[in-house]
């Protein structure tokens, strides 16, 4: 079946330390996978997303991951937290005969600072 | 201009009551989906509908029904409330490559 891990509930970074949400998933294809910020209160935001080619991907507010199949993981990290960071990060691969999102349970990112 | 919009963005209601959540997206997208975030933050896939085939998460209970009256909207009734629908609701429509569009959620709270 196909699955998303998170296996970090909750981190807490310094502000302008580097970061790295960690992310494996269970997936029969190549996978579409995705990350997503959910800020509290508030709805879910694409931050980047992984479908084929170069696997390093670039997303928004300076945040990356990278594919590595032998792994079966997409990291995402950013070198320098900011303290807007704070939030929930959802990690999802899209699943399903209409490509719905199956997501991990999240972590919830703290910034010290 | 919202891509995708959900109405209300809280809904406070008794046991037993029978509710709507309405959404719609004007991106032209042909597929939409309703998620449900619990108390966990746990997000999971309830309905996925395109204009031909709704499919449905076997354990979403019955009480909760989509419509869609058009393309571009796909509400979820839900009947004969209890406690433990509580949670955030999430439309949610595609892109043809499989990038989701998420609506602002609707926080429904059942006493």
């Known amino acids: 079946a196909q699955s998303v891990t998170q296996p970090d509930i909750h981190i807490t970074v310094s502000e302008g330390a580097s970061l790295e949400l960690r992310c494996n998933y269970s997936?029969?294809?190549?996978?579409?996978l995705f990350w997503y910020v959910q800020s509290p209160g508030q709805g879910l935001q694409l931050l980047l997303k992984?479908?084929?080619?170069?696997?390093l991907v670039q997303g928004i507010k300076g945040f990356e991951a990278e594919f590595k199949r032998s792994q079966s993981s997409f990291n995402l990290r950013k070198p320098s937290v900011h303290w807007s960071d704070a939030a929930e990060y959802f990690c999802?691969?899209?699943?399903?005969?209409?490509?719905?999102?199956?997501f991990g349970k999240g972590t919830k990112l703290s910034v010290k600072p | 201009d919202t891509a995708v919009s959900q109405t209300p963005k809280y809904l406070v209601t008794q046991m037993g009551n029978d509710k709507s959540i309405k959404c719609e997206q004007n991106l032209g997208h042909d597929t939409m989906y309703w998620y449900k975030q619990d108390s966990k933050k746990f997000l999971k896939i309830m309905f996925s509908?395109?204009?031909?085939?709704?499919?449905i998460n076997e354990t979403v209970p019955n009480r909760f029904s989509p419509k869609s009256p058009d393309k571009a909207h796909l509400n979820l009734h839900i009947n004969s409330l209890e406690l433990g629908d509580s949670a955030v609701y999430f439309c949610?429509?595609?892109?043809?490559?499989?990038?989701?569009?998420f609506g602002p959620g609707t926080r429904l709270t059942v006493l």
């Open positions: 509908y395109n204009n031909k085939e709704l499919i």
């Open positions: 997936y029969g294809a190549t996978p579409y």
């Open positions: 992984y479908f084929s080619g170069d696997t």
């Open positions: 999802a691969v899209a699943g399903g005969s209409q490509g719905n999102l199956i």
């Open positions: 949610a429509s595609r892109f043809m490559d499989n990038e989701q569009f």
